[in-house]
Structure formats: C-alpha cells, structure tokens
C-alpha cells in the first residue's frame, strides 16, 4: 500500500514539475538577476491601414496636429475610413489616437479631395 501512495506521489510531482517547465517555456520575459526583462511580442503584427495625409487639425487651443486615415478591417464599420491625430497625454506623456468628432465626414471629403 506504501508502495502505491509512494508512486502516486513521485507521478504527480512529476507532472506538476513538468507543467511549471511548459508555462515558462514561451514566457515573455526573461529573468536577469533579480530583474524580469519584458520580450517583444513574437506575434506578426497586422499590417496598418494608417495613412498620413497632408491636412491638419486644429483645436480649440490652437494647436494643429496631423490628420491620419484609418480604414476598418473588421466589424459593423467594416470598409468605412474614418481620421485621427495623434496626441501626446500630459499626465502620462504617451502618445494616443484621438478620432475626430465627425471624422467619417472629415475622411469622405478628404478622400473626394484627393481623386
């Protein structure tokens, strides 16, 4: 009976150990020391439906930013262009998309303007 718990036991350890190497394995990290370093994604990336254009936007405390296209690849506004710029947050200092209030208006008279 001692034999049969003991090798129970020795199973299940090993398939534990076992599964931590598995879940480590295609980690996103790696560990240097005491730091954890964080890896790039090795996922492909989609291809960007971005565009730049040559048109402006202002706003109301005057500062003018670049207008970009961006083209829906998925969804209910799938085919549909809508625009955006890029703004930088002050409190955190990163850069984010601000979609245009009636940026699929803006983005169909850019586009007519363009042909």
């Given at each position: 009976m001692k034999r049969i718990i003991i090798t129970i036991a020795i199973i299940?350890?090993?398939?534990s150990a076992a599964?931590?190497?598995d879940r480590t394995a295609g980690a996103s990290f790696?560990?240097?020391g005491k730091t954890f370093v964080q890896q790039k994604s090795a996922r492909a990336s989609r291809p960007s439906d971005d565009r730049a254009t040559a048109y402006t936007w202002k706003d109301s405390?005057?500062?003018e930013y670049p207008i970009y296209l961006h083209t829906y690849t998925r969804g209910e506004n799938a085919g549909k262009t809508?625009?955006?710029v890029l703004r930088t947050s002050k409190k955190t200092g990163k850069e984010y998309k601000y979609y245009l209030p009636d940026g699929i208006?803006?983005?169909e008279q850019i586009l007519k303007e363009s042909k």
């Amino acid at each position: 009976m001692k034999r049969i718990i003991i090798t129970i036991a020795i199973i299940v350890s090993a398939m534990s150990a076992a599964s931590a190497q598995d879940r480590t394995a295609g980690a996103s990290f790696t560990k240097d020391g005491k730091t954890f370093v964080q890896q790039k994604s090795a996922r492909a990336s989609r291809p960007s439906d971005d565009r730049a254009t040559a048109y402006t936007w202002k706003d109301s405390k005057g500062n003018e930013y670049p207008i970009y296209l961006h083209t829906y690849t998925r969804g209910e506004n799938a085919g549909k262009t809508t625009c955006y710029v890029l703004r930088t947050s002050k409190k955190t200092g990163k850069e984010y998309k601000y979609y245009l209030p009636d940026g699929i208006a803006i983005a169909e008279q850019i586009l007519k303007e363009s042909k």
